[in-house]
């Protein structure tokens, strides 16, 4: 039931954001856009996967991103933004669980710019870069 409770969380925060999208009409269509073109920068890596993202995050929302990779291994993500023009990156150093389940969430800052950001994950010797929108 626990490693339900990961994968539960991101399909529900993923639902919500369709929702969103269907009800505001023109700026839909310029979020799929933007979604479109992040599923495809997703680099594909033999041992890590992206599970579950949240593409685009408002100004004080939280972001959520579930990888699958090796069991029981290190798995370093760093997470880049902009706060008032200027640049920061965050780490984190998760541990897969025994299914290799990863599950990272961070909240986005109200002052944060708006715009696309970069996050790289590593994993033994594997990595993958993927992205996300501020809106």
């Not at 599923?39 to 929302?61: D, H, N, T, W, Y």
């Not at 994993?123 to 993927?130: A, E």
Request: charged share 20%; aromatic share 8%; glycine share 8%.
């Amino acid at each position: 039931m626990k490693r339900i409770v990961p994968y539960f969380l991101c399909i529900c925060l993923l639902l919500l954001g369709c929702f969103y999208l269907l009800r505001s009409g023109d700026e839909s269509q310029q979020v799929l856009r933007g979604q479109t073109k992040l599923l495809s920068q997703v680099s594909i890596s033999q041992g890590i996967q992206v599970v579950a993202k949240r593409p685009f995050v408002k100004r004080g929302e939280i972001g959520v991103l579930a990888l699958k990779c090796t069991p029981k291994v290190n798995c370093k993500v760093v997470c880049c933004y902009k706060i008032n023009g200027k640049f920061f990156c965050a780490t984190r150093n998760l541990v897969a669980g025994k299914d290799g389940s990863v599950l990272f969430t961070w909240k986005v800052d109200k002052n944060t710019d708006v715009g696309s950001y970069d996050i790289e994950i590593t994993s033994g010797g594997d990595r993958l870069m993927t992205s996300y929108i501020v809106q």
